[in-house]
């Protein structure tokens, strides 16, 4: 019997780590499982949303660490996760993605001599100025065991000389959760509350620091949208880190005034996978949303200079296009004309089974 503690943080580790808590109790008699959330996000609509959506059952324990500087906010999830791994004694700590939590999580792990495992693994943009992109290397090189959704990852942690053996290929959980919620996603009522027809309307998310806490770039994709927005209506559920500097940019009355522009909360998981996976184009800063659209066919524009998701460029919908106005423009008019890229592929294992093998490998490495 495996003992795992596993952590979630921020919105996008709930849907990475709701699969691997619905094998672990499919698989009772193998795992004794327990989540851990942090409190990083704390806001209904950034949390507590998506534990009924994705039938998370709730936290066991919540540290609950709220916003801060990026300092402050690891530091706070560090002290209060340490008693935690100290009273429960897992045999493992699962740590997904790449937010402060879980960096945070992985180091305590390492101090303590606990075995750490991270899901989605090796992922680079090759950008050090990203916060996600330090969390990535650091965890990397601490953890014990990493699973990795593509094998381009792979190739990235042998790299860094990371030994093979710790290196498991396993496909990608976030695309559990999709293939598992698509049909449930069908059942909400989002798209008639907003009055919209499938294929007839655009999804657009922002929340990058670098998107959005840079006035002049702010601005430049906020032309962007108002271009693509005479052409096809622009639905925006607006991330709170954005609402906050729009409004501190002075930027509120303009875009609220946008023709074609509607405005609304963050979504929830299934009402969210029901607005996008009907789109006709969706423009995004996010990593998850450019797997989710690579999987679905929806054309994909990445409103950043790079991406440590290259297989969805590479295979998939996905196109990086930056903040530049003419270029954004000139792409989702290719989407819309029905040129966006051609013959897409899913990558291999993004079948639905990651997590899985993330738990056959946990008990194989357990029994060595
Ligand atoms: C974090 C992750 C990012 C992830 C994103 C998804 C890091 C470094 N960043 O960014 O990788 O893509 O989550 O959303 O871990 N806030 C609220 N309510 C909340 C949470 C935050 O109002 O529930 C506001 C606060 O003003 C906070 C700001 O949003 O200061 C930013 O939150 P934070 O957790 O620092 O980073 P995100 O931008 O959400």
Redesign the pocket.
């Known amino acids: 019997m495996l003992r795992v503690i596993n952590v979630v943080g921020?919105?996008?580790n709930f849907m990475k780590v709701a699969p691997i808590m619905a094998a672990m109790q499919r698989r009772a008699d193998q795992f004794e499982p327990l989540v851990v959330h942090t409190g990083?996000?704390?806001?209904t609509a950034?949390?507590d949303a998506f534990f009924g959506d994705l039938e998370l059952p709730q936290p066991d324990i919540y540290l609950g660490v709220g916003?801060g500087s990026?300092a402050a906010?690891t530091a706070a999830v560090m002290e209060r996760f340490e008693p935690v791994v100290v009273q429960e004694k897992p045999d493992w700590v699962l740590v997904v993605g790449?937010?402060?939590?879980t960096l945070a999580c992985a180091l305590v792990c390492v101090k303590l001599g606990v075995r750490v495992a991270h899901v989605e693994a090796g992922l680079r943009s090759g950008d050090r100025t990203m916060?996600?992109e330090i969390?990535r290397l650091l965890t990397d090189q601490i953890a014990d065991l990493l699973f990795t959704t593509s094998e381009d990852a792979d190739h990235n942690l042998l790299g860094e000389g990371i030994p093979p053996e710790r290196i498991r290929f396993v496909g990608n959980v976030m695309i559990d959760s999709l293939r598992k919620n698509l049909e449930r996603a069908r059942r909400s009522r989002i798209k008639e509350q907003l009055e919209l027809k499938d294929g007839e309307y655009a999804v657009m998310t922002l929340?990058r620091?670098s998107n959005v806490d840079q006035r002049e770039t702010l601005h430049r994709i906020l032309q962007a949208l108002e271009n693509i927005a005479a052409a096809i209506p622009v639905i925006f559920p607006v991330?709170?880190?954005t609402k906050?500097t729009i409004a501190e940019f002075g930027l509120s009355e303009r875009i609220e005034n946008m023709k074609g522009v509607r405005l609304i909360e963050p979504l929830g998981y299934l009402d969210f996978l029901s607005l996008y996976s009907a789109a006709r184009l969706v423009l995004t800063d996010?990593?998850g949303i450019q797997e989710e659209t690579t999987v679905l066919g929806i054309p994909c524009l990445t409103l950043r200079e790079n991406t440590e998701r290259p297989i969805t460029v590479e295979m998939g919908t996905n196109k990086i296009v930056g903040s530049d106005p003419v270029k954004i423009q000139r792409e989702a008019m290719a989407a819309l004309n029905g040129t966006h890229l051609q013959n897409t592929r899913i990558p291999p294992l993004w079948d639905g089974s990651a997590a899985d093998r993330i738990l056959d490998a946990l008990l194989e490495v357990s029994s060595d």
Request: no cysteine; charged share 20%; proline share 15%.
């Open positions: 921020a919105r996008p990083q996000h704390y806001d950034m949390s916003s990026h906010q790449d937010v402060n939590s916060p996600e969390n929340h620091p991330h709170p880190r906050k996010s990593g």
